[in-house]
């Protein structure tokens, strides 16, 4: 190895071994800076979350509204709620009255398709 091939290689290393030294620095950079920055007070105020999507509205509120529809099962052992026409295939098919149990509901339109509540699970037509 010649004299100049060597001393080509020492100062790679040496200035792989700096900008390695150096970017853990810069990586760490709070150990560099002071922790009470002058000008600031010794304390610094908590950080808040601060709602603006009006849900601060409901602070302290303990009403409980209840529900204007009971999903409670029928007494009578007769479903109130028929299965609808847009279930009815796949509710015959699929054992509906055991995986699904009786209709609680029927089917009304919602943003994702059409839906209907069982005992057991939900049907949604997109």
Not at 55 to 69: N, R
Not at 77 to 102: D, Q
Request: charged share 15%; net charge negative.
């Amino acid at each position: 190895m010649t004299w100049g091939k060597f001393f080509s290689f020492f100062l790679y290393t040496i200035g792989l071994l700096l900008v390695i030294i150096g970017g853990a620095l810069f990586q760490n950079s709070s150990s560099i800076i002071p922790r009470k920055p002058r000008g600031l007070p010794h304390t610094l105020a908590t950080p808040e979350t601060e709602a603006i999507n009006g849900a601060d509205l409901w602070d302290g509120d303990t009403t409980i509204t209840v529900p204007s529809f009971d999903f409670s099962p029928p007494c009578t052992g007769t479903p109130v709620a028929k299965v609808s026409p847009l279930f009815e295939g796949y509710y015959t098919s699929h054992e509906g009255i055991l995986s699904l149990g009786n209709p609680l509901t029927v089917a009304f339109p919602i943003d994702q398709g059409w839906i209907q509540f069982f005992e057991l699970e939900a049907l949604l037509l997109p």
